[in-house]
């Protein structure tokens, strides 16, 4: 079994902070590309961050302002999202390429949400 759990999720107001973790754990034998998702009310899932071993992508929408890094050692990403808006308030999923051997092909695991309000 592989879990990912997420936390770090809250209200601020507008212009404030928020970290986001999300550990993943279980029976894992490498981990690929790891992303931060988001959905907000009446609205499409989006990609937010990505990281892999060698670049990192982000959203227009929060380039500058948001910071995607992971720790390869405790098979964890984070999210710093600084300057936050109200509407960048969303349920925030994370979602990581993990094999669970070296014979099996990567499949896509994910978190079960966080609640980020932001507040005008």
């Known amino acids: 079994q592989v879990q990912l759990v997420e936390s770090g999720g809250g209200s601020v107001q507008a212009g404030g902070s928020l970290r986001l973790s999300c550990a993943a754990s279980?029976?894992?034998?490498?981990?690929?590309?790891m992303r931060w998702y988001r959905q907000a009310p009446g609205k499409q899932r989006e990609v937010v961050a990505t990281?892999?071993?060698?670049?990192?992508t982000y959203a227009n929408s929060v380039k500058g302002r948001f910071t995607i890094s992971r720790d390869n050692a405790k098979n964890t990403v984070y999210l710093q999202m600084n300057s936050l808006k109200p509407k960048d308030a969303a349920v925030y999923y994370c979602?990581?390429?993990?094999?669970?051997?070296?014979?099996?092909?990567?499949?896509?695991?994910w978190g079960q949400g966080t609640q980020d309000s932001v507040s005008s």
């Open positions: 979602s990581a390429g993990i094999t669970r051997t070296r014979y099996t092909a990567y499949e896509a695991y």
């Open positions: 279980g029976s894992i034998f490498a981990i690929d590309a």
């Open positions: 990281i892999t071993s060698g670049y990192t």
